[in-house]
């Protein structure tokens, strides 16, 4: 398996934006290839949004984005309230909104949705990362899920224990308005990443798994 580093292009990460339609799915998607992001480069610059939210889920998030980018050399967190659930019947809204983000934000690298992901508002995002982003090096993640919408992942980050155990630890302690999930629990998140672990024959025993649509080496 071909290995390589995020940082040893031609030119050096400086800036990542994380993408989720709601408000723990960069965290579960993505968090612990942030934390190992932070800890080989602590001066990345973090832009971190979230499309739909309550007051509630709002302080989650601001709470768990302020915990897992504690280390980076900056961060931004914007919350925004698009209507959960309804993406798609409001997609020229939210398509506005990525062409703002277009035009203020220049990322190295774009963590966000997977485009086959069964929920609708996961998948707008991932049109619309795309769309508005059409010469960057974007990564989708993967949410598990009820709809059983797991798929075959064609690129992986190698985790260790540690930084597993801080992911599963801010996500249950940050979220807790979604505790009463059946789903939402750390065996749930400690399960994918071991799996995606053995998948990857990560030295760490754990792993992160993305799609990649584009690679240029």
Same mark, same amino acid.
């Given at each position: 398996?071909?290995?390589?580093?995020?940082?040893?292009?031609?030119?050096?990460?400086?800036?990542?934006?994380?993408?989720?339609?709601?408000?723990?799915?960069?965290?579960?998607?993505?968090?612990?290839?942030?934390?190992?992001?932070?800890?080989?480069?602590?001066?990345?610059?973090?832009?971190?949004?979230?499309?739909?939210?309550?007051?509630?889920?709002?302080?989650?998030?601001?709470?768990?984005?302020?915990?897992?980018?504690?280390?980076?050399?900056?961060?931004?967190?914007?919350?925004?309230?698009?209507?959960?659930?309804?993406?798609? $019947?409001?997609?020229?809204?939210?398509?506005? $909104?990525?062409?703002?983000?277009?035009?203020?934000?220049?990322?190295?690298?774009?963590?966000?949705?997977?485009?086959?992901?069964?929920?609708?508002?996961?998948?707008?995002?991932?049109?619309?990362?795309?769309?508005?982003?059409?010469?960057?090096?974007?990564?989708?993640?993967?949410?598990?899920?009820?709809?059983?919408?797991?798929?075959?992942?064609?690129?992986?980050?190698?985790?260790?224990?540690?930084?597993?155990?801080?992911?599963?630890?801010?996500?249950?302690?940050?979220?807790?308005?979604?505790?009463?999930?059946?789903?939402?629990?750390?065996?749930?998140?400690?399960?994918?990443?071991?799996?995606?672990?053995?998948?990857?024959?990560?030295?760490?025993? $754990?792993?992160?798994?993305? $799609?990649?649509?584009?690679?240029?080496?």
């Amino acid at each position: 398996m071909f290995r390589f580093t995020l940082n040893q292009g031609k030119q050096p990460l400086r800036t990542v934006l994380c993408l989720g339609a709601h408000c723990d799915d960069i965290e579960i998607g993505c968090g612990g290839t942030v934390l190992k992001l932070i800890q080989q480069c602590p001066d990345l610059q973090f832009h971190w949004v979230i499309f739909s939210s309550d007051p509630q889920r709002a302080r989650e998030a601001q709470e768990s984005a302020a915990l897992f980018l504690a280390g980076a050399g900056s961060h931004q967190v914007i919350v925004k309230d698009f209507k959960n659930s309804f993406f798609p $019947y409001v997609g020229e809204q939210i398509k506005n $909104y990525f062409e703002e983000l277009r035009r203020t934000v220049q990322p190295d690298l774009i963590l966000t949705h997977y485009r086959h992901d069964l929920h609708q508002d996961h998948r707008v995002i991932a049109e619309l990362t795309w769309n508005s982003f059409r010469d960057h090096l974007i990564l989708e993640y993967e949410i598990p899920k009820y709809d059983g919408d797991l798929g075959t992942p064609n690129c992986y980050v190698e985790l260790d224990e540690v930084t597993c155990s801080r992911k599963v630890e801010v996500i249950m302690r940050s979220f807790a308005s979604q505790r009463d999930k059946q789903w939402f629990t750390e065996d749930t998140f400690l399960a994918i990443l071991r799996l995606r672990g053995i998948e990857a024959n990560s030295a760490g025993r $754990y792993a992160e798994a993305f $799609y990649c649509r584009k690679l240029v080496i």
